[in-house]
């Protein structure tokens, strides 16, 4: 199996096919494999890779560095040591954040396009801010029960991420979620759910592919606040995936992997 040690941590990571290169950027507490049906059919025309974060998946867990813009600084040091260039960023859910994360840090000189797969610009529920999904109050009960209670806190993250999830969706979150230790779970969710990018979006140079899931169960106005991302974008446009809840690329893959590669083709 492939590993890289990115900053002091040893990231695993698959890479497949040739061509122009996509690197597949996960969510909070997940892991590559949520990207698998994207892996697989992408590769005929594509180089696909994707990458464990540190605490993630099968990547080392590390006790320190567990924070959205260090999860950029380990992703600038991938694409510098495979020598990856010209690259469209697939960020799903806190994936994205890592993807503005590492435009802010580290500007777009590798990045041909950007792709946001159904996340805000900002999670939190700002003062001046119409579209968060959890106050201070929410945030304390979420860390709660990560702390007390892992199966009730792993089955309502499975009934937020999926709309109807099957029997393998549910697997496949729990084996995933699973990987990640209760403390790395507490530090990466406390940084990525206080996170804002609303100064970072206007200034992105690069196209971006911005995608929603119709059937959000994480809150009301959500499908808003992800097309509110596109708006704040220069260069976006908008996909709303029907019938679909917070993951497309799982619960809609045929239909998620035409729209990439449409965008990809239209850069």
Known sequence: MPYIQ?????????????????????????????????????????????????????????????????????????????????????????????????????????????????????????????YGLTDLEGLQDTLALVQEDQTSFIQRLTGQVFSNPTTEMRTLQFDETSRTPTPIKSAILFDALTRDYRAVLPEIDVPMLVCAGADETRGTGTVAAVRHVADLVPDATFELFEDCGHCPPIEQSERFNRIVNQFITSL
């Open 6 to 130: 990115c900053n002091g941590a040893d990231l695993y990571y698959e890479d497949h096919g040739e061509g122009h290169p996509i690197v597949f950027l996960h969510g909070v507490m997940c892991g590559l494999r949520f990207f698998d049906p994207q892996m697989g059919s992408l590769s005929d025309k594509y180089r696909t890779i994707a990458v464990d974060f540190r605490g993630h998946g099968r990547s080392e867990k590390t006790e320190a560095g567990h924070t959205v813009a260090q999860y950029a600084r380990d992703l600038h040091t991938f694409l510098e040591q495979r020598n990856i260039e010209e690259v469209v960023l697939v960020g799903w859910s806190m994936g994205a954040f890592v993807s503005w994360d590492y435009v802010d840090q580290f500007g777009t000189e590798r990045i041909r396009g950007l792709v946001d797969v159904d996340i805000e610009a900002s999670r939190f529920q700002w003062d001046d801010y119409d």
